[in-house]
């Protein structure tokens, strides 16, 4: 497994003001709303390293993208991002701007 730090639900909801809970399943899953309300729902695999990112509008999927190999995670509470970082035969950085309007940005690189 890679070498990261997920910050608690209890950190994650006084820094981005989102909803957070940990499931039975060791999944962690982070709801997120933007300034029109909509809605972008991280799901963190504690065991297996994996993550799904779904952004509904108007209750409509828009995105739903399914990663595993999570190697880096962070979070910049100034500028309201998440980046993480999936090392497969090449990397991809995923990286999500919350407020005041979802902003997902993915980028691979040939490792």
Known sequence: MSEYLIPSCDELSSIFG?????DENHIQTIK????????LSLHMGHVDDSVRIILIH???TVNDIYMEKLEYF??????????MVFNNSYKITIEIKLWSKF????????T
């Open 18 to 22: 989102c909803d957070c809970w940990i």
């Open 32 to 39: 997120f709303l933007d300034e029109s309300n909509h809605e």
């Open 58 to 60: 108007d209750s409509t």
């Open 74 to 83: 962070c979070w910049d509470e100034n500028e309201q991002t998440i980046k």
């Open 103 to 110: 902003l997902i940005t993915i980028s691979g690189m040939i």
